[in-house]
């Protein structure tokens, strides 16, 4: 303990009683002791230290600290203590949450405020590729205390980057793997914590939802649930189901794997729930459910492409999830959120698929007496002390129970006709056998414009494509009061709307109208002979009112009015066709009729409505337009605008409208966008093809390459193994004999051989040429010198030479000589030569009276020159010797090649094409040897040459000194015998040039 207290005092040093260190200075001080202490202990320390201050200093510690943390976790890795350390204390640094350390003393914090700290130095994090795998690998380690700090950090990171994240995560190599792999670690807290990473992983990345799901995600999400109790299970089953619908939604391919895994039989055990319990449903388990709702319309979901979806609607009715569903639908006690999320699976589970839309028509609810589940779901749309989503999603079921469902509309209109029910009080007490059409006309007559509305769109589902249908509703009698005759469902709708009512009532039943008229000639017909309805139609249309709905309902009143027109069989004399045209032109006008019909479709209620069947509206003023109007709409638009306003022509066409053409405008519009974009991609993947075929051309051309050398080199393999045949023919006939082709192999290995020979003398000679450059070099340099002291000197010193030698004619010779020679060497050593100027200036102390010195001087030069010369001839001796041996081998390696020459031209009659080819390669190779060897013989020569050139110049001055120099041979015999010999062997080349051409 003392030796860490003073480890700590030096490192941090001491502070002095009247002043306390700042958290920088301590932060920096705890920094540099991680990063310079050796040893471990030492760090650790720092490390706990970092991690005490992350919280409170999280802006020193990670801008400072963050690199020195790194290299924590990858120098001392084995130390799982200090990697705990740097872990947590990075931890805190990119926590996305604020602490209550980094504010002043006395501040609130609130819960869930984040903090852009953390996504900073987030950012700073994940710069470096190489921080995310060190993580990832972190994970192999089975310690708690690195293998959770380790997950928490990457939660943080995918919490503040996601994107970035996610990138990286996506290339690392079994990245994902790993972190699947702590789903099935033994410690709760790991595996739950792995589940929140992989929900914050998987977030609008397909890929990675992919792979998660092809790691056996699923199998490890429904052992998790099993094990925690499902719906009674904790907060780990949600996690488990958001996870999951994280995979399922929007990816058609992990649904296809969801349902060909055989996995939506395993949901079923998630609704057994004990449904006659009296005990209440705690908030999580009320959270589960509506979760696990969730992942059955995810797979069912209008959004989906049709196959997924009658495939999944098949399996669910099969494995009985549907009867577990309607089940809990018919359930008492269940909370009505989780109510209403039932209600809208079971329209989506039933939509469009006759198999389980009859099943649903045949289910009963647990009443007295019993009543089909259609009912008692009516039942509670109509009334209007029902909260308002929960009649919403009635109102779904019902349409998903009639879409595309031409047995359950008959069965609806059915309960309407008086045969069949009896006639409809609007103001009693249903009886108890009471039916669908019954509630309908009672909603549709009741004073709550909401269930007016409701009731009208329910009403309308039942007549979707379906003509028959509209025809039987004719007949539909209702009796307005006691002792009044009954009146038909049309003119008692058209009474409604001229009695005032609301506007949301209006809506509703002009839509019930619109899809009553379209395609129906019978219906136009019995709504033109009600006396009221046209002027009705045209004074709402020609009104000018500004609020947004009522210039809905004018545009409602207009389609109805091109209906009208539209599908008109002239039975009617009253109101025909081109009546009804003139109608128009005269009371509303045809550019006015156009703007008040195209004007539903500039509604944002109508964008709303036609993106999804299901109703979005989330309080009754939201309630405007129906998925299946806005569908109709759509169809029928322009074509009753045209049968009402045939004047509004573009051109010369009389059948086109202004709006129409603006329309079909807008579509052409469009269409060259996509047009243009459609090029682009085409282009863009045709310059993607052409790379891809370039790139494949390169890769044959490697291939056919590696192909012919993988050829190549059997074909020597198999020479080798058969006695290392050189030329091989392509013909029985041409063979050449084995011994033969080995004995051509050896003499070229011999040639070879002495080649790598001369090379060496060669080099040799380079280098004793060096070492005498080198020499030179030193010579001119000391020249250069003393070249300005000794000018005077010299030139006095040539005077008396010349005076001295005046009497004799062969020395004043000598003297000029003399004179042009050191001319010469100033002019190209720099005009002087140390050793000339040192003879000469001996010559001069010649003729004074210190005979004595001078003499002594001269015979000094004369020993070093005599011992010099001695050395030249040794020298010149070696390389004579070298070079007559050198000549030698040239004789026997012309003589080889000469031999070779012959045995090629002996067999050249009998070789074949791939065997001419092989011995003109020989042949080639041959000729470059030889063309080696003769550049070797020249450089030789200039050598030789230039040592016999120094040995002339040094007995020529020793002469001229008057020194008896005595050599064996003479300069030119010398010359001209190595000339001489070097000569006979390029005559020889020669030859042997002509003989191989």
């Given at each position: 303990?003392?030796l ?20 920088a200075?301590?932060?920096e001080?705890l920094i540099?002791?991680v ?9 650790r320390?720092g490390c706990?230290a970092l991690?005490?201050m992350?919280r409170?200093?999280r802006v020193l ?7 020195t943390?790194?290299q924590?976790?990858?120098a001392?890795?084995s130390?799982?203590e200090i990697?705990?350390?740097?872990l947590e204390t990075?931890?805190?640094v990119?926590a996305?949450?604020i602490f209550?350390?980094?504010c002043e003393d006395g501040?609130?914090v609130?819960?869930?405020?984040t903090?852009?700290?953390?996504g900073?130095?987030t950012?700073i994090?994940?710069?470096r590729q ?5 993580l990832?690998?972190l ?5 708690f205390?690195v ?9 943080n990171l ?12 996506l290339v690392i190599?079994?990245?994902?793997s790993k972190l699947m792999?702590?789903l ?9 914590d792995?589940l929140?990473?992989l929900?914050q992983l998987t977030?609008s ?5 992919k ?7 699923y199998?490890h ?10 719906a ?5 089953v949600?996690?488990?189901l958001?996870?999951?619908?994280n995979?399922?939604?929007n990816n058609?391919s992990n649904q296809?794997f ?6 939506i039989?395993?949901?079923?055990s998630?609704f057994?729930l004990p449904?006659d319990?009296?005990e209440?449903w705690?908030?999580q ?8 709702l ?10 989906n492409?049709?196959q997924?979806v009658t495939s ?11 009867q ?5 639908l ?8 989780i109510l ?5 699976t079971?329209s989506d ?5 006759l ?6 028509a045949n ?9 089909p589940a259609?009912?008692v779901?009516?039942m509670?749309?109509v009334?209007?002390?029902q909260p308002f ?10 349409q998903?129970?009639?879409y595309?469902?031409?047995?359950g509309?008959s069965?609806?209109?059915q309960?309407?006709l008086p045969?069949?029910a009896?006639?409809?009080p609007g103001?009693k007490?249903f ?11 009672s909603?549709?007559?009741?004073p709550?414009p909401v269930s007016n509305?409701f009731?009208a769109?329910?009403?309308s589902?039942s007549?979707?494509e379906?003509v028959?249908q ?19 469902l ?10 005032g ?8 039943i002009?839509?019930l109208?619109?899809t009553w008229l379209?395609?129906s ?5 019995t709504?033109?002979s009600?006396?009221t ?5 045209t004074?709402q249309?020609?009104?000018n ?5 009522e210039?809905v309902s ?6 109805i009015?091109?209906?009208c027109?539209q599908f ?5 004399a009253?109101f025909?066709q081109e009546?009804?045209r003139?109608?128009?032109t005269?009371r509303i ?6 703007d008040?019909?195209s ?6 209620a109508?964008?709303?409505?036609a ?6 509206a989330k ?5 405007v ?12 638009e ?11 022509m ?12 603006i ?6 519009r469009?269409q060259?966008?996509?047009?243009c974009q459609l090029k682009?991609?085409?282009s863009?993947?045709?310059s993607q093809l052409?790379e891809?075929l370039?790139e494949?051309e390169?890769?044959?051309?490697q291939?056919?390459q590696?192909?012919?050398e993988n050829t ?6 198999d020479?080798?193994a ?7 023919s ?7 004999d084995?011994a ?8 070229v290995?011999?040639?070879q ?9 060669r080099d040799?000679?380079y280098y004793e040429?060096?070492k005498k450059?080198?020499e030179l ?5 000391s020249n250069q ?9 010299q ?9 001295t030698?005046n ?8 003297i ?5 020679q ?9 005009n002087?030569d ?7 200036e001996n010559?001069?102390n ?9 003499a002594?001087?001269?015979?000094n ?9 001695d050395q ?7 390389l ?6 050198m000549d030698?081998?040239l004789?026997?390696t012309l003589s080889q ?5 012959k045995?090629l031209?002996?067999?050249a009659s009998?070789?074949?094409?791939v ?6 390669k ?20 200039v050598l030789v040459?230039?040592?016999?050139s120094?040995m ?6 020793l002469?001229r000194?008057?020194e ?5 041979e003479d300069d030119?015999d010398d ?7 070097l000569g006979?062997?390029?005559?020889d ?6 003989d191989?051409?």
């Open positions: 303990m003392d860490f207290r003073s480890v700590t005092q030096t490192v941090l040093g001491t502070p002095q009683p009247d002043q306390q260190p700042s958290g200075d301590t932060v001080r540099d002791r990063q310079s202490s050796t040893l471990l202990e030492d760090r320390d706990r991690k005490a992350s409170k200093y510690v990670g801008a400072h600290g963050m690199d943390l790194l924590v976790l990858e001392d890795r130390d799982h990697v705990n350390y740097a990075l931890v805190n990119t996305p949450e209550p350390e980094e501040d609130y609130p819960d869930g405020q903090s852009e700290l953390g900073q130095f950012e994090f994940t710069k190489e921080n995310i795998s060190l990832v690998n994970l192999d380690e089975f310690d205390k293998r959770y700090p380790t997950i928490k950090l990457m939660t995918l919490k503040n980057r996601p994107k970035e994240l996610q990138e990286v995560i190599p079994s990245g994902v792999d702590q099935s670690d033994s410690r709760e807290v790991i595996r739950n792995t929140l990473l929900t977030k990345n397909t890929n990675l939802q792979i998660v799901a092809f790691e056996n995600a199998d999400m429904f052992e998790i649930i099993r094990e925690e109790g499902f009674d299970g904790g907060v780990v949600e996690d488990c958001i996870l999951m619908l995979l399922l939604r058609p296809t969801f349902k060909e895994g055989s996995y039989q395993r949901l079923t998630f057994t449904l319990s009296k209440g705690s908030a388990k009320v959270t589960n459910i509506h979760y696990m969730q992942l059955v319309q995810t797979l069912v979901a209008p959004q492409s049709a997924v999944c609607q098949k399996v669910m009715n099969n494995c009985g999830l549907l577990a569903l309607t089940s809990l018919m359930a008492s006690g269940v909370p009505v959120d209403t999320d039932t209600i809208v079971v589970m039933i939509r469009g698929c198999p389980n839309q009859e099943f649903f289910m009963m609810a647990p009443s007295t007496p019993p009543r259609i009912v779901l009516l509670s749309m009334n209007e002390k989503v929960l009649r919403c999603a009635v109102l779904y079921c019902f998903c129970f009639l595309r469902n031409q047995n509309q069965q609806i209109i309960t309407l045969q069949t009896d006639v409809v103001t007490p009886p108890n056998s009471v039916t669908a059409g019954q509630l309908l006309c909603g549709l007559f009741s709550d509305w009731a769109v329910a009403l589902h007549l979707v379906n028959a509209k025809e039987h509703m004719l007949r539909v009698q209702l009796a307005t009061s006691v002792g009044s005759p009954p009146v038909s049309m003119q008692q709708c058209t009474s409604i709307l001229q009695a009512t609301k506007i949301l009532t209006r809506l509703g002009l839509m109208l619109s379209a395609n000639p019978l219906a136009v017909q709504l033109l009600i006396s309805a046209v002027p009705y139609l004074a249309v020609s009104a009112e500004h609020d947004e709905l210039r004018q545009g409602l009143c207009a389609f009015l091109g209906l027109a008109n069989d002239g039975s009617c009253n025909s009546s009804l003139q109608l128009v005269d006008g045809a550019e006015n009729f156009g008040k019909m004007g539903i479709s500039r509604i944002e109508y964008s709303k409505a993106k999804s069947p299901q109703l979005s309080q009754p003023s939201d309630l337009f129906d998925h299946e109007f806005c569908r109709l709409f759509k169809t029928l322009s074509s009753s605008l045209r049968a009402v306003t045939p004047q509004l573009n051109g010369t066409s009389s059948d086109v409208s202004p709006v129409e053409v329309k079909y405008k807008d579509i052409i469009d060259d966008l996509e047009i682009e991609t085409v863009h993947i045709q052409n891809y370039a494949k390169t890769l044959k051309a291939i056919q590696l192909h012919d190549v080199l059997k074909a020597q393999q020479i080798s058969a006695g290392k045949n050189v030329v091989t392509t013909t029985s006939e041409a063979n050449v084995s033969e082709s080995q004995q051509l192999t050896q003499q290995n011999l040639l051989q002495q080649l790598a020979e001369m090379t060496h003398a040799y000679y040429l060096a450059d080198a070099t030193a010579l001119q340099q010198q003393t070249d300005h002291q000794q000018q005077g000197v030139q006095a010193d040539l005077q008396n030479v010349q005076t030698n009497n004799s004619e062969n020395g004043t010779n000598e000029q000589n003399l004179c042009k050191l001319e010469d060497l100033q002019l190209v050593l720099y002087k140390w050793e000339i100027q040192q003879l000469k010559m001069k010649n003729s004074n009276p210190q005979e004595n010195l001078s002594e001087e001269r015979e030069k004369v020993l070093a020159l005599q011992k010099e010369l030249l001839k040794e020298l010149n001796s070696k004579r010797e070298e070079n007559n041996l030698g081998q004789q026997d090649n000469k031999q070779l020459q045995q031209n002996t067999g009998s070789e074949s094409t065997s001419a080819s092989l011995d003109e020989k042949r080639r190779e041959l000729e470059d040897d030889l063309e080696n060897l003769k550049k070797e013989q020249e450089d030789l020569l040459t230039d040592q016999d120094k002339s110049d040094y007995r020529r001055r002469r000194y008057g008896d120099v005595t050599d064996d030119e010359e001209d015998g190595v000339y001489g010999s006979g062997a390029y005559d080349y020669d030859d042997d040039d002509e191989l051409q």
